[in-house]
């Protein structure tokens, strides 16, 4: 007769887990002899090490009873059953995996490839990571909200980067919010920068987002967004409405002041 440590030992597995199996029902409690210890016989070894056996399997405990008491053809589609289960589980932890394995890839996790590689563009021509996330976080807006339209919007976006005047606003802005000075005196160069940006793109006719137009919400997330990163994106918004414009992500002329 054992002991509960023995029973433990020689099953390998914790007397906790062995009080554990009582509590739930799966293994039966023997009685207490005369010295107030419960002793186990040979049955509760063989009873205990079946219920390990089938735990390690992956077996949940809730199932472990009725398994036990099953015949063969009911033992069998539960095993069954559970290995689909199984199967499922591995599926989606390698799924998991996958993704884990990604994170290595940075923007490309939560991008598409072809923000990705503008992202990887910005950096090349020296823009700093805090705009560049700037950037990648905005970006996540507009692709989940429009998916199918990306590799309709990215050539545009690639090629205004052969522009010097574009090139130098991402490095004025990148410039000011790596300092801490509230109110950069270069924040009036990006602004006339921006202002040059918007006549050149509104004489020209612009980008025409069609449908885009006129859903308001992720354009008001996308210049949320921007004002939430930087304090100093709201004085640049003043000084953009000083020069006939509003708005940040999609700009607009101001009506003349008569």
């Known amino acids: 007769m054992l002991t509960i440590g023995q029973l433990a030992s020689y099953a390998d597995v914790t007397v ?39 735990a390690n399997a992956g077996v949940p405990l809730s199932q472990i009873g009725q398994m036990l008491k099953a015949d063969a053809s009911t033992f069998a589609e539960t095993v069954e059953r559970i290995d689909g289960r199984l199967r499922d589980d591995i599926a989606r932890l390698e799924a998991s995996r996958r993704q884990i394995a990604q994170l290595v890839a940075g923007d490309r996790l939560m991008l598409p490839p072809e923000v990705a590689s503008y992202l990887d563009r910005l950096r090349q021509i020296g823009v700093s990571q805090r705009v560049v996330e700037g950037e990648r976080d905005g970006w996540i807006l507009v692709a989940a909200r429009w998916p199918d339209r990306i590799h309709e919007f990215m050539p545009g976006k690639i090629a205004q980067l052969d522009d010097p005047q574009v090139v130098r606003l991402y490095r004025v802005l990148s410039e000011i919010f790596d300092g801490d000075e509230v109110d950069d005196p270069r924040l009036e160069e990006a602004a006339d920068i921006m202002a040059c940006l918007a006549e050149q793109a509104h004489t020209s006719g612009g980008i025409n987002l069609a449908e885009e137009a006129y859903d308001e919400l992720p354009h008001d997330l996308l210049d949320a967004l921007a004002v939430e990163s930087d304090p100093r994106l709201e004085r640049l918004q003043g000084l953009m409405r000083e020069r006939g414009w509003t708005g940040w992500n999609r700009m607009e002329r101001l009506p003349e002041k008569r």
């Not at 009080?19 to 063989?46: C, F, K, M, T, W």
């Open 16 to 54: 906790r887990a062995v009080r554990h199996y009582h509590q739930i029902g799966l293994l039966p409690e023997p009685d207490r002899d005369a010295s107030g210890y419960r002793r186990y016989n040979a049955s509760a070894v063989v009873a205990l090490i079946k219920i390990r056996t089938l």
